[in-house]
């Protein structure tokens, strides 16, 4: 199943997309009423695989009503084209990231390739969704990258667990573009700067259950700008699997339903060109992220507004 945050006037709704269109589950309530159906993805990824099954059964309900009502939706049913999303995870607890895990990324950036992996964070100020434009903070940085990346996302309560039960722990995957400002991030052996301005995480559109995806690591995953491919891999070949991320992660830490892991980026990256070669991101720029079954995360990039004058 196929989850999306529907933004409707600033408030994020839960959404299922079907063939028909995206179900938004609180409008739907007006059609079929049923208070067992959480209306919050937060509330679906804790409640797992079983919460999951419920949701989607109730949405293929409300489309049979609609259809027997003669059409008549009343808004529970949305086009996609014409929904403005939110980022498909919304409030995650906590946003892990690791570094340098593709081979060829860490060979173009002449790193060398990790021994364990390298862990940092991001915060929920750099959440964003697809379609949604991402100001370009160029009061700070001039040298904002793309990153294309799979994200984990956490079902089930994981500590000590090894990586051979890792992904059984996974409520589902999406796609993110885990944006980069290198200036910042190099200057201090911290990257945590340099990747945490707002708006710098889009993740979606969707997020796509456990069920639909049964091997992570065998995902095509490609980032397109302005059309022009720049980034095209496969999530085979991370140094590190998402089932030896998990376990990894969980060995230090509790990992709790709703948290997310964003496991790093394949070749292709601004910063992995000679220094001559390299054009970051400007203002106008469009950078699609496509993860084969995950769907595909557009933005397009604009320049920052000015601060408003203060006076007295």
């Given at each position: 199943m196929k989850l999306v945050t529907i933004d409707k006037d600033g408030q994020f709704r839960l959404g299922v997309k079907l063939e028909e269109g995206l179900v938004d589950i609180q409008a739907a309530q007006a059609i079929l009423s049923d208070s067992n159906i959480p209306v919050d993805v937060m509330q679906i990824i804790a409640g797992g695989a079983e919460a999951a099954a419920l949701l989607e059964a109730y949405a293929k309900r409300v489309v049979q009503a609609a259809q027997l009502s003669g059409g008549a939706a009343g808004g529970a049913i949305i086009a996609e084209e014409a929904a403005r999303l939110g980022p498909c995870v919304t409030r995650p607890g906590k946003m892990i990231c690791v570094g340098l895990n593709y081979r060829q990324h860490a060979v173009e950036t002449h790193a060398p390739i990790p021994e364990y992996p390298i862990l940092f964070n991001k915060f929920n100020n750099t959440l964003t969704g697809h379609n949604r434009d991402i100001a370009l903070p160029e009061r700070v940085t001039s040298q904002v990258d793309y990153e294309a990346e799979l994200v984990i996302v956490i079902g089930k309560t994981a500590k000590y667990i090894g990586a051979e039960e890792a992904l059984r722990h996974v409520f589902g995957y999406c796609a993110v573009n885990d944006l980069s400002a290198r200036d910042l991030q190099m200057r201090t052996a911290q990257w945590l700067l340099g990747k945490s301005c707002d708006d710098f995480s889009p993740l979606g559109p969707y997020l796509v259950t456990a069920d639909e995806v049964p091997d992570p690591n065998g995902l095509s995953i490609r980032c397109e700008v302005n059309g022009e491919v720049r980034q095209r891999s496969n999530t085979s070949d991370m140094i590190f699997s998402c089932a030896e991320i998990v376990s990894y992660i969980s060995q230090h830490m509790t990992l709790s339903p709703g948290d997310?892991?964003?496991?790093?980026?394949?070749?292709?990256?601004?910063?992995?060109?000679?220094?001559?070669?390299?054009?970051?991101?400007?203002?106008?720029?469009?950078?699609?992220?496509?993860?084969?079954?995950?769907?595909?995360?557009?933005?397009?990039?604009?320049?920052?507004?000015?601060?408003?004058?203060i006076t007295n």
């Open positions: 997310i892991i964003l496991t790093g980026t394949p070749e292709g990256v601004v910063l992995g060109l000679p220094e001559e070669r390299r054009v970051y991101l400007k203002p106008g720029d469009t950078v699609t992220i496509e993860i084969e079954g995950l769907g595909r995360l557009t933005n397009r990039f604009v320049s920052e507004p000015q601060p408003m004058e």
